[in-house]
C-alpha cells in the first residue's frame, strides 16, 4: 500500500506480476520482471456521485467505460458510453422536460421529447427533435444532444481505436457538461423561488 504523494490522505493498493529467470552459467544469474497490472482505487478521475446516479444500473457498465478510457481502449470506451446512452435515453430526457417545465413556452419541446422516448436508440430518438433547445441548455451555442448524436453515429467499426478513443471521451465530456447545465437550472429556479417567498413573507410580516 502507498500514500498519494500530493493530498497525503489517499491510499493506493498496487497490484503487481512478479517473474523471474535464471541464466544458466558460473553465477547462474537470477533476473526479476516486475509489472503494474492493476491499482485500487482505480487509476484515474473519480467520477462523481451525482452523474452516477443518473446512470442508475447501468452505472457498472459506465465505470467499465471509464476504465476503458483510462488505459486508452478507445474501442471499449466507446461501447460501453454508448450503452449507457441507449440505455439511459429516458431518463436523460426526463431530466431535461423537467427543467422545461419550469416555463410554459417549451411545451412544443416537451412534446417532442414525450415522443422521443418511444424511440429505440438514442440517434433515431435525437433525430426526431426538431424544435431547439433554449439557449441556457446550449453548449457553446451548440445542442448537446446533437453533439452526441454526431459523435455516436460515427460508428465503431469504421474507426481505429484512437479515434474511438477520442469520441469516447468528447461523449463523456458532452453528457457531464449538459448534466451540470440541467443541475443549474433547477438550482437557479429554486433559489429564486426560495428569495421571492422570503421577501413575500417579510412583507406581510410588515403589513
Known amino acids: 500500500m502507498y500514500g498519494c504523494s500530493h493530498c497525503r490522505k489517499s491510499n493506493y493498493v498496487f497490484h503487481l506480476t512478479i ?4 541464466t544458466e552459467n558460473a553465477t547462474n544469474d537470477t533476473t526479476f520482471k516486475i509489472q503494474k497490472v492493476g491499482q485500487t482505487p482505480p487509476h484515474g478521475e473519480r467520477t462523481p456521485d451525482k452523474f452516477l446516479k443518473v446512470f442508475g444500473k447501468e452505472r457498472g457498465l459506465f465505470l467499465k ?3 476503458c478510457e483510462n488505459r486508452g481502449l478507445g474501442i471499449g470506451a466507446f461501447s460501453y458510453y454508448r450503452r449507457v446512452l441507449e440505455a439511459k435515453k429516458n431518463t436523460l430526457f426526463d431530466e431535461i422536460i423537467k427543467v422545461l417545465k419550469l416555463e410554459s413556452s417549451n411545451i412544443a419541446l416537451i412534446n417532442e421529447l414525450e415522443a422521443a422516448k418511444k424511440e429505440g436508440q438514442f440517434t433515431k430518438a435525437v433525430d426526431t427533435i426538431k424544435v431547439a433547445l433554449p439557449d441556457y441548455l446550449l453548449i457553446n451555442n451548440h445542442n448537446p444532444l446533437k453533439l452526441m448524436y454526431s459523435a455516436l453515429s460515427e460508428g ?28 443549474f437550472a433547477l438550482k ?16 406581510k410580516q410588515n403589513n
Open 156 to 183: 465503431l467499426h469504421s474507426h481505429t481505436d484512437e479515434k474511438c478513443l477520442d469520441l469516447a471521451r468528447t461523449i463523456k465530456l458532452i453528457l457531464f457538461t449538459f448534466l451540470e447545465k440541467l443541475e
Open 19 to 22: 517473474t523471474c529467470s535464471v
Open 65 to 67: 467505460g471509464v476504465q
Open 188 to 203: 437557479s429556479h429554486d433559489e429564486v423561488n426560495e428569495a421571492v417567498n422570503r421577501l413575500l413573507d417579510a412583507k
